[in-house]
């Protein structure tokens, strides 16, 4: 019994005065320095899906440098710090021993510009936001604004592209009160489109006798939210307003 008490209040001193720790560093250290002997080092990365990553973006999020063991090396971990990059929507990483990462990346693709709160970001179909640009950044990517606009930009944008004639007049969209949208045209025409079936007010609009004419009229509002008919009203001249019911 005596014996047993001796020998735990040993090992307990050898804990508390970080001999184990040190034992485990110098193992460490020792299985380190073989690998490294033998070869077994970071020499090349390769990387699929690439397309707007930096290198050095990719590097920095795995940890790990040419020349490192690739002795402990995380690959779930680094899987994890890649996927926390806003563009990243998927990733996995592989050692191929001896001496190389595999790195295959689902990148999110752009899609449009939010302005919110002060700022434009650059915002993929799911509303995730990719990166802060600056406001004289001209990406061409499509120009929305307003909260919950990042949520619906893409339903809008996919009904826009079956009416290129339309949508290359549209400078912004902007989210009204998060239930629906109003279309500004280059011009500085208005169109304020109902809440309840977005591709049936776009329609409607492009069905309207010389709806292209109409969009290059400075001061004009064409509202549809009423799903019976469509109000037309253009600031004359005058203060008195011109409105047209179709």
Known sequence: ?????????????????GYFERVRLLASSMVEAYFLNAGIVLQEIHIKGQVNLRDEQIVA??????????????ATKAQKQLSMLGQVKSARVMRLLPSKLLVEIEERVP???????GQIDLIDKD??????LSSLDQSGHPLVAGAGADKKA????????????LAQH?????????????LHA????????????VALGVARFVSLPDWQTL????????????????????QAATKTPVLSRF
Not at 62 to 74: E, K
Not at 111 to 117: G, V, Y
Request: glycine content about 8%; proline content about 2%.
């Open 61 to 74: 999020a795995l940890g790990i440098r040419s020349g490192q063991s690739l002795f402990g090396f995380d």
């Open 215 to 234: 969009l290059t009229r400075k001061n004009l509002v064409v509202d549809l939210r009423q799903s019976s008919q469509a109000f037309v009203n253009a």
């Open 154 to 165: 893409s339903a809008l944008i996919r009904i826009l592209s079956t009416h290129r004639g």
């Open 186 to 197: 280059n011009s500085g025409a208005l169109i304020k489109l109902p809440p309840a079936d």
């Open 111 to 117: 899609l449009a510009r939010w302005i919110h709160e």
């Open 1 to 17: 019994m005596l014996v047993a008490c001796m020998l735990a209040l040993f090992l307990v001193g050898l804990f508390y005065g």
């Open 170 to 182: 549209i400078k912004l969209a902007k989210r009204v009160g998060q239930y629906r949208w109003n």
């Open 127 to 132: 509303g995730v936001v990719l990166r802060t």
